[in-house]
């Protein structure tokens, strides 16, 4: 068959259209992309996770936040300040306030400053 597209470009513009859907109010949008690139079968990026997991802070979607965190880490990918700033968004905006303070006490532990 045809040999497969590079999943850079990919990647990069599916968190793009992620993020200007979160942007735009239309957080599940920005999920439903976000299945679209797992199904595409390019391996998201930590901005990608990052997209995702903003939307998710967006819809107050805390637990599938703290799911795709955990998917992420799980993967190999180490967590950025983008990623971990937009979990703590999604637990302060969830009510989980004391998740959140965890989440910001261990980026301080890890080196990461918070950008909230």
């Not at 793009?16 to 390019?42: N, Y």
């Not at 799980?74 to 959140?100: H, M």
């Amino acid at each position: 068959g045809p040999p497969r597209a590079p999943c850079a470009p990919t990647v990069h513009a599916y968190t793009a259209a992620m993020r200007a859907a979160s942007e735009g109010g239309r957080w599940q949008a920005a999920l439903d992309i976000w299945d679209d690139l797992r199904a595409s079968g390019c391996a998201p990026t930590a901005h990608a996770y990052a997209a995702a997991i903003s939307a998710c802070a967006s819809g107050r979607a805390w637990q599938r936040a703290v799911s795709l965190f955990e998917e992420m880490t799980a993967g190999g990918i180490t967590p950025d300040v983008v990623s971990c700033t937009a979990l703590v968004s999604a637990l302060a905006s969830g009510g989980e306030t004391d998740k959140a303070e965890a989440v910001v006490q261990w980026m301080l532990r890890t080196g990461l400053t918070p950008n909230v």
